[in-house]
T-cell receptor
Framework: DGGITQSPKYLFRKEGQNVTLSCEQNLNHDAMYWYRQDPGQGLRLIYYSQIVNDFQKGDIAEGYSVSREKKESFPLTVTSAQKNPTAFYLC???????????FGPGTRLTVL | QQQVKQSPQSLIVQKGGISIINCAYENTAFDYFPWYQQFPGKGPALLIAIRPDVSEKKEGRFTISFNKSAKQFSLHIMDSQPGDSATYFCAASKGQAGTALIFGKGTTLSVSS
């Protein structure tokens, strides 16, 4: 069963704690992306990676960090420096020879 | 700086009617324009996409119209159905491999039966 998996679906965190969101894909896609979605704000790019061991900041990278040690995995860490982390986080991937970007099911993070 | 502007923010259409959502972009380097459909609590799914070398693309009840000179593109949903009720996002990207999409803020469509 191919696709993009994100875990967990719901995540609760206390203020001041770091938390890591998982994103795995078995589509053999080269590029992977993290977006943040807030009501009425659309999808805003946090980080993206086109190849293993390389990634670039998006428009709202402050307070977030990523790693890309394997082609299949692109975890996102929400650090305590992120001022307003409560949001819906979406991971996506794409084969660079094609246009289509596929999304995972998302993780809803709530800071208590 | 919002590079892709989408309107309206929300739309109510009667069953069987035509839903029209508009987007405008600023960067003339953009050369790929997809529309995504998102249901509550789910990830967005690609609906239809177009490149600037064509002015219109149709897939079933969904049509993209593209106006390169005006830097605008729109989604038309013909014979709208209650199952089409969702949030729709337009997006744009440059042609470089792996470049991220830039999204509009979304339109929430409600189709009344």
């Amino acid at each position: 069963d191919g696709g993009i998996t994100q875990s967990p679906k719901y995540l609760f965190r206390k203020e001041g704690q770091n938390v890591t969101l998982s994103c795995e894909q078995n589509l053999n896609h080269d590029a992977m992306y993290w977006y943040r979605q807030d009501p009425g704000q659309g999808l805003r790019l946090i980080y993206y990676s086109q190849i293993v061991n390389d990634f670039q900041k998006g428009d709202i990278a402050e307070g977030y960090s990523v790693s890309r040690e394997k082609k299949e995995s692109f975890p996102l860490t929400v650090t305590s420096a992120q001022k307003n982390p409560t949001a819906f986080y979406l991971c996506a991937s794409r084969k660079v020879s094609t246009d289509t970007q596929y999304f995972g099911p998302g993780t809803r993070l709530t800071v208590l | 700086q919002q590079q892709v502007k989408q309107s309206p923010q929300s739309l109510i259409v009667q069953k069987g009617g035509i839903s029209i959502i508009n987007c405008a972009y600023e960067n003339t380097a953009f050369d790929y324009f997809p529309w995504y459909q998102q249901f509550p609590g789910k990830g967005p799914a690609l609906l239809i996409a177009i490149r600037p070398d064509v002015s219109e693309k149709k897939e079933g009840r969904f049509t993209i119209s593209f106006n390169k000179s005006a830097k605008q593109f729109s989604l038309h949903i013909m014979d709208s159905q209650p199952g089409d009720s969702a949030t729709y996002f337009c997006a744009a990207s440059k042609g470089q491999a792996g470049t991220a999409l830039i999204f509009g803020k979304g339109t929430t469509l409600s189709v009344s039966s």
